[in-house]
């Protein structure tokens, strides 16, 4: 397939305005993503000509409605290859997916003194949930370290494993230094041990080619606004034989069978998860922003932001006493930088005045930033509709800055 760049780009409205009356210039997209017009136009339609609540009418508007939200359902399972629809819980994003996941795995199946594995380049909602299952139920988090480039210990990994380690729930793709951990490296070691395995995929998701069942992966969490749909919604793909086990996360309409004072009876899957009426818009929105990274195809959109990484990569080391900020060989489209020690919010100030959004400050991501004696980077993030004037703009600006400071 073609990959288009001039159609792309026209096909997101946002990217054609202009920012302090110069061209928009958007490199926070791991931050969030921007929104192509068949997103905005499918949740203005859905507002417009079919707004009903799923799954319990009888009537025309609430039939369609279902229809849509469970199409939506079909595309993402087909997008990631679960074995099974009920294998997609729709959720408000990756947080609100890990936390189920920390309450109702730990409720299942850990005592106090299990174990959790996470990593060091964790997000902080990839640390807090256990935290909290740590403070109620006992349980222990261990910590994979990293090399200087942002690699994960994979020899410490291993020695990791205990007869309490429950379960792995490691970061695919760091949104602070762009690492791409190993997926399938982890998972088969994890399942040596015979231990399932959660993956973050908040940062991979719009970037790599992810299929579940070839990872041989349990659980995959990830947000719809990192993949150019709507914000609140996100899903927790787990596999059935562990989603049939666990509790549900949280009671109400929609995730029973029967309800009395004596006996509550739970729906079966993926309803039993989704308690409530979900974000519906959002979920058909999402639909359709997978069948629009389809029409462009994960692989292309891989290679083309490689390019676009591996171009901005060799500028941004051209400027003098720039420092990256993670040197994994294995990197997805973003980077981040100490610019002689310049401070982040200054630096990213005196880029929005030239119309370029960038990221700084911790990247919720604290413990991996005072791995490196950091409490900030700026970061540069891309997307397939960034291209090279872009970052040649990004270059210009940073060098602009570096000679006002020193
Ligand atoms: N994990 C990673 C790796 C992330 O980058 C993010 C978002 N920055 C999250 C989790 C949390 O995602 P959300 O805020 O959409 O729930």
């Avoid at 339609?45 to 369609?64: A, D, F």
Wanted: proline letters at 4%; a negative charge.
């Amino acid at each position: 397939m073609k990959f288009d760049f001039d159609k792309i780009r026209s096909e997101f409205p946002i990217l054609n305005t202009k920012i302090k009356g110069k061209p928009f210039i958007y490199l926070d997209n791991a931050a969030t993503t921007q929104k192509p017009i068949c997103v905005i136009n499918k949740i203005q339609e859905y507002y417009s000509e079919v707004n009903s609540n799923i799954h319990r009418g009888v009537h025309y508007l609430s039939q369609k409605a279902t229809m849509e939200y469970e199409k939506s359902r079909t595309i993402i399972q087909k997008f990631i290859n679960a074995a099974s629809n009920d294998e997609i819980i729709f959720t408000k994003g990756t947080t609100d997916s890990i936390n189920l996941m920390a309450y109702s795995f730990a409720k299942k199946y850990m005592q106090s003194g299990d174990e959790v594995i996470l990593s060091m380049m964790e997000h902080h909602s990839n640390i807090v949930p256990w935290q909290i299952q740590a403070e109620d139920r006992g349980i222990k988090i261990k910590v994979v370290p990293i090399n200087d480039n942002g690699e994960l210990d994979i020899d410490a990994f291993e020695s990791l494993f205990t007869s309490k380690t429950k379960l792995v729930s490691i970061i695919h793709v760091s949104n602070a230094i762009g690492t791409i951990n190993p997926a399938k490296e982890i998972i088969s070691i994890a399942h040596s041990h015979g231990v399932p395995v959660l993956l973050d995929a908040a940062q991979s998701i719009q970037h790599i080619k992810i299929d579940v069942q070839d990872l041989d992966c349990d659980f995959l969490a990830f947000s719809g606004h990192k993949i150019y749909g709507p914000t609140g919604v996100g899903v927790l793909y787990g596999k059935k034989k562990y989603l049939n086990e666990m509790p549900p996360y949280q009671g109400g309409g929609d995730m029973i069978l029967s309800v009395s004072f004596d006996k509550t009876e739970y729906n079966e899957l993926p309803f039993k998860f989704e308690a409530g009426t979900p974000n519906i818009s959002g979920v058909i929105g999402l639909g359709s922003a997978v069948e629009y990274v389809n029409s462009i195809g994960i692989e292309n959109i891989y290679n083309y932001e490689k390019e676009l990484l591996d171009y901005a990569t060799s500028k941004i080391n051209e400027i003098p006493g720039i420092y990256i900020v993670g040197k994994a060989k294995e990197k997805c489209s973003l980077i981040s930088f100490d610019l002689n020690g310049v401070h982040p919010h200054d630096i990213g100030t005196m880029l929005d005045n030239d119309g370029i959004a960038v990221r700084t400050g911790q990247h919720c991501a604290e413990p991996i930033l005072c791995k490196y004696g950091l409490t900030a980077t700026t970061r540069a993030s891309f997307a397939f509709y960034n291209n090279k004037n872009e970052v040649d703009s990004l270059i210009k600006s940073l060098l602009k800055i570096n000679n006002f400071f020193n």
